[in-house]
């Protein structure tokens, strides 16, 4: 989807395998496989949208 936006915008050059968008349970995902159970996501929004995630957590 976000290949079809980029396209739309102008940006084509932008696209392809060598960026991948991570989901918020993507990320969760992530943290449980690294061990990792005391953490805080904060997600950054404009209009709305999430524009990306901030990750804290507490060393184990």
Known sequence: MFDKYLT????????????????????????ADADIAKYKIWKNKLAGFTLDFVISWEKQ
């Open 8 to 31: 739309m915008v102008g940006k084509k050059w932008a696209t392809g395998d060598y960026m991948h968008l991570l989901s918020l349970q993507n990320i969760k995902s992530l943290l």
